[in-house]
């Protein structure tokens, strides 16, 4: 009884200190009271406020019926821990976590399925895309894939140049797939294209190409299927009270909401996979399942070769857990050790496949890797202190203010001899934790890095909570707290992109004082024009206002032409641009949209009086190929249209 009377005292203190820290944090971000709040000069975040702040209540309805959850199973698991109802709610959970994150997407940008395909296609902080795209032959990609990352551009990121080819066939097989229904991918790719009309060289790319962004901006929905594997851990570990309650809490930390279209997201999925095989071996004393996790790792692994490490961090914890929970006899360290061979063999399988299949051994993949990786390292100092910082941050400040108290009273146990079972993985973390950033594996990166390990750390946080009777509430909404102010302000994913083209459609009927009702090409009517008068003097100007009508998605952008002709032909004056002056390309009209657009004609001072010529037409600028017209009205001709005559007098009207 005085046992938990101590604990519970501690509870008090914990619950302010993580509070007022998470209040201080979040003062110094939004207030910019210092920039090494948002990290060092070699990877600081900008700020960026958000564009639609009436949609806050996207996201804070999420984080309601999160919370709520929590609130739900901390009464009702108490008592009765198992049932229907448990998975249903988890089901919930794993579906909320990508509505946060988009919602969240929501408030800071106009269109949130635009950002996430900004984030795919971005050459600048992703590049998968720009390489996945231009993928013809998937089996040649696999054999050549040396050599492809030799090849790679330096203009894109730095990450397709160290990285396995996971993430490109993963985006492969998803355009793949959805290119198998026509009906589907159409109307999906229509709205891609929309989303960067403007950019002439996705304007080129074929439907096929742009099925490859899909697989990348569907990773907050996988991101969700975290959860699963994390409430059965931590059933297991320590009851289905505490594995909900963390499953609830992981998709408020900020990392989850932070990066949606990275495939960082996967990651924390494989490593729960692989510590619940891990547990599920141990329990039932059967070293074969660790092969399953072993697996997970191997195919995670061909998407980033840092998760090479969550074998051996698997294994420790195997090991871990032996020692401190059964003690050091041989028949207990049987089973962990054959299965730490098992999960072995497991964590190669894929590489075995690529060898034997594709005849390209793991170690010289890894070698080109590693040879783009030296070029940025940084220094020791500033990586050891801040990816500590930065992971942190990240999975949450009251998230780490609980699970560094636990992993520090776990060691004082483990010293004075009185360390048990249930305590032990937040020992076994914290010392991971830090043996990962004390050697400095991976110097060019950032906590994110880490990222795998978050989903434990949440799992040890509520084990304290709820061991130490503190309020499970409080930590959920200080992480929502959290993860709300920090992607309102912070710029965690820069595309690097000119803002996208945003505009109302025009859908309703033109009046004009002109009607041609003329087609050029199959994608585009002109309705008619207004000229402000017919008779004009020379050094004057002459405006004419087309009406354009887009009856088919145009992947490329026209310049459209207006000239004055003499009577022999001559072109006296004239101008080309873009629909209104480059605002509005073709690519960007959609279907059944009206277009106004004004063309203005200097014409010269000595102009010859009599009269000249109007006609309008199109031309795609990089050929110089005029689109083919068809019209009813007379005088019309095969690549222009003939508006009518204008006179030009000797002063002007």
């Known amino acids: 009884m005085s046992h938990t009377k101590t604990i519970t005292t501690r509870v008090q203190p914990l619950g302010i200190l993580a509070a007022g820290l998470t209040l201080v944090y979040l003062l110094a971000l939004v207030f910019g009271v210092s920039p090494w709040v948002r990290g060092p000069d070699d990877w600081r975040l900008a700020l960026q406020m958000p564009q639609e702040p009436s949609r806050l209540w996207l996201p804070l309805s999420v984080m309601g019926v999160l919370v709520a959850l929590v609130l739900w199973a901390d009464r009702r698991l108490a008592t009765r821990p198992d049932g229907r109802p448990v998975w249903a709610a988890l089901m919930v959970v794993a579906l909320l976590t990508p509505a946060l994150q988009v919602s969240l997407l929501a408030v800071k940008y106009h269109d949130p399925f635009q950002e996430l395909f900004d984030q795919t296609i971005t050459p600048y902080d992703s590049g998968f895309f720009s390489i996945a795209s231009q993928i013809g032959d998937l089996d040649a990609f696999l054999r050549d894939y040396p050599g492809v990352m030799r090849q790679m551009p330096e203009q894109i990121s730095f990450r397709p140049r160290t990285h396995p080819p996971g993430a490109m066939v993963a985006m492969w097989l998803g355009g793949w797939a959805v290119d198998r229904i026509p009906s589907l991918a159409s109307p999906i790719v229509n709205r891609l294209r929309l989303y960067r009309c403007e950019d002439p060289v996705l304007n080129e790319y074929d439907d096929r190409q742009f099925t490859r962004a899909l697989a990348q901006m569907a990773l907050p929905i996988l991101s969700g299927l975290t959860v699963l594997p994390l409430f059965a851990l931590g059933k297991r570990l320590w009851g289905s009270r505490i594995g909900f309650l963390a499953a609830a809490c992981y998709p ?56 090479l490490l969550i074998a051996p961090v698997a294994v420790l914890y195997g090991l871990a857990r032996t020692f401190l929970g059964r003690g050091a006899s041989r028949s207990a360290w049987r089973p962990v050790m054959w299965g730490s061979a098992w999960l072995a063999l497991g964590a190669v399988s894929i590489w075995l496949i690529y060898w034997l299949g594709w005849g390209v051994a793991g170690w010289d993949v890894y070698e ?154 199959e994608r585009f009517e002109l309705l008619g024009y207004d000229l402000a008068r017919d008779a004009i003097g020379p050094g004057q100007s002459l405006d004419v206002t087309l009406y354009w009508k887009s009856i088919a998605p145009s992947q490329l952008q026209y310049t459209v032409f207006a000239h004055l002709l003499d009577s022999q032909g001559a072109l006296r004056a004239q101008q080309d641009a873009m629909p209104q002056d480059g605002a509005l390309p073709t690519s960007c009209w959609v279907v059944g949209e009206v277009v106004s657009d004004t063309l203005t004609l200097q014409l010269p001072a000595h102009l010859t009086p009599g009269a000249y010529t109007l006609q309008v037409g199109m031309y795609y600028l990089p050929t110089g190929e005029r689109l083919p017209v068809r019209t009813n009205v007379a005088g019309s001709a095969s690549d222009h249209v003939i508006l009518q005559k204008v006179q030009v007098g000797s002063t002007g009207p």
């Open 368 to 521: 080109m890797a590693l040879r783009a990786h030296r070029q940025m390292i940084r220094p020791y100092w500033t990586y050891l202190l801040y990816n500590l910082y930065d992971f942190f941050v990240y999975v949450g400040i009251p998230v780490s203010v609980y699970f560094i108290t636990q992993a520090i009273g776990s060691a004082r146990a483990l010293l004075t001899g009185r360390t048990t079972q249930p305590d032990a993985p937040g020992l076994i973390w914290a010392t991971i934790l830090v043996g990962l950033d004390v050697f400095g594996i991976t110097r060019g990166e950032v906590g994110r890095l880490w990222s795998f390990l978050m989903p434990v750390v949440v799992l040890v946080s509520v084990y304290a909570l709820v061991t130490w009777r503190a309020p499970v509430w409080l930590l959920a909404g200080l992480l929502a707290a959290q993860t709300l102010v920090m992607s309102l302000v912070l710029l965690t994913a820069p595309t690097d992109l000119r803002d996208p083209i945003f505009h109302a459609p025009s859908l309703d009927a033109p009046r004009v004082q002109h009607t041609t009702q003329a087609r050029l090409g």
């Open 252 to 307: 408020l930390i900020p990392a989850v909401n932070a990066w949606p279209a990275f495939w960082d997201a996967l990651y924390p999925l494989a490593m729960c996979v692989a510590l619940l095989s891990v547990e599920i071996s141990l329990e039932r004393r059967r070293p074969i399942i660790f092969f399953v996790g072993g697996w997970v790792v191997s195919v995670a692994s061909f998407f980033s070769f840092g998760n």
